[in-house]
């Protein structure tokens, strides 16, 4: 089955997202056919177009969403661009940027609704990237007011930290730092984890449940919850639909009923759902 016809036949969930809430991490991926995957990924989705990400989210109940480009794509942005341009009250994005990127190249993405740029450091899709590059990248964003993306693993989280605890830019870790929910919450990794999401410009997204546990998703609840409590208002969530690289199918009404357990009083659900990503990518 297609990933546009699994859009139309998910589940709904019970928990009923509050108004404005936000899909803060999702992608679009293709169509293939009008914007091609990038000749060195390390993997091939299924196309994923804007239309069967909107038809979920109409589906789910959220209002906005960020759209963070997926390395199959490279830095070619188009895809998520035109997401954002098909609604730019309800969509921001996050783009792959290189050394190539000109000032006219960051106006375009700006005005295109793009708000940060996004750096992986997971292994299997390649791994760190040229740190010259990241410095001078980090650079150019800091007079925009961007943010940076990091999407980490849990045996970087140490070595990286102070980097990233120097870094002059608001950064955002994905996946809660894709620690073993299994190890809890007093493993070295998420207490490092821990510590950057205190620092006044660290943000993180408690996304990725479905990366770190297996449902019910138990194990990934107390790691959620811990950097719900220490972020407060630099925490986001989003669904990570349509998952790539997955261990297994996940059910995004399922991840939607999560968010009562990792966010348990209408104040934080507020915040976590609505205000925080309204503030970071300029929502109305």
């Given at each position: 089955?297609?990933?546009?016809?699994?859009?139309?036949?998910?589940?709904?969930p019970?928990?009923?997202?509050?108004?404005?809430?936000?899909?803060?991490?999702?992608?679009?991926?293709?169509?293939?056919?009008?914007?091609?995957?990038?000749?060195?990924?390390?993997?091939?989705?299924?196309?994923?177009?804007?239309e069967?990400?909107r038809?979920?989210?109409?589906?789910?109940?959220?209002?906005?969403?960020?759209?963070?480009?997926?390395?199959?794509?490279?830095?070619d942005?188009?895809?998520?661009?035109?997401?954002?341009?098909?609604?730019?009250?309800?969509?921001?994005?996050?783009?792959?940027?290189?050394?190539?990127f000109?000032?006219?190249?960051?106006?375009?993405?700006?005005?295109?609704?793009?708000?940060?740029?996004?750096?992986?450091?997971?292994?299997?899709?390649?791994?760190?990237?040229?740190?010259?590059?990241?410095?001078?990248?980090?650079?150019?964003?800091?007079?925009?007011?961007?943010?940076?993306?990091?999407?980490?693993?849990?045996?970087?989280?140490?070595?990286?930290?102070?980097?990233?605890?120097?870094?002059?830019?608001?950064?955002?870790?994905?996946?809660?730092?894709?620690?073993?929910?299994?190890?809890g919450?007093?493993?070295?990794?998420?207490?490092?984890l821990?510590?950057?999401?205190?620092?006044?410009?660290?943000?993180?997204?408690?996304?990725?449940?479905?990366?770190?546990?297996?449902p019910?998703?138990?194990?990934?609840?107390?790691?959620?919850?811990?950097?719900?409590?220490?972020?407060?208002?630099?925490?986001?969530?989003g669904?990570d639909?349509?998952?790539?690289?997955?261990?297994?199918e996940?059910?995004?009404?399922?991840?939607v009923?999560?968010?009562?357990?990792?966010?348990?009083?209408?104040?934080?659900?507020?915040?976590?759902?609505?205000?925080?990503?309204?503030?970071?990518?300029?929502?109305?």
């Amino acid at each position: 089955m297609s990933v546009t016809a699994q859009a139309f036949t998910r589940n709904r969930p019970q928990f009923k997202l509050p108004p404005g809430a936000c899909d803060a991490h999702c992608h679009v991926f293709g169509p293939a056919s009008k914007f091609p995957y990038a000749p060195n990924r390390r993997y091939t989705p299924q196309d994923a177009p804007k239309e069967t990400l909107r038809a979920l989210h109409d589906h789910l109940g959220i209002d906005r969403a960020v759209i963070v480009q997926a390395s199959c794509h490279g830095a070619d942005n188009r895809a998520m661009l035109d997401c954002i341009a098909s609604d730019p009250a309800r969509y921001r994005g996050v783009a792959i940027v290189d050394d190539s990127f000109t000032e006219a190249d960051y106006d375009r993405l700006h005005a295109g609704g793009v708000r940060g740029v996004r750096f992986n450091f997971v292994k299997h899709l390649g791994g760190a990237p040229d740190m010259a590059v990241f410095r001078r990248v980090i650079d150019r964003i800091k007079e925009r007011g961007w943010h940076v993306v990091l999407h980490l693993n849990e045996d970087n989280i140490i070595p990286l930290s102070d980097m990233i605890a120097a870094l002059p830019v608001p950064f955002v870790i994905d996946h809660m730092g894709r620690v073993d929910a299994g190890k809890g919450v007093e493993q070295p990794a998420f207490q490092a984890l821990l510590a950057l999401v205190r620092r006044d410009n660290g943000w993180v997204k408690v996304t990725g449940s479905e990366r770190i546990a297996f449902p019910p998703y138990a194990e990934a609840i107390p790691i959620a919850r811990a950097l719900v409590q220490a972020g407060g208002g630099r925490v986001l969530w989003g669904t990570d639909f349509p998952h790539p690289n997955s261990t297994h199918e996940a059910d995004e009404a399922e991840l939607v009923d999560l968010i009562p357990r990792l966010a348990p009083t209408a104040a934080e659900q507020q915040r976590v759902l609505v205000e925080n990503p309204a503030r970071l990518y300029g929502f109305a």
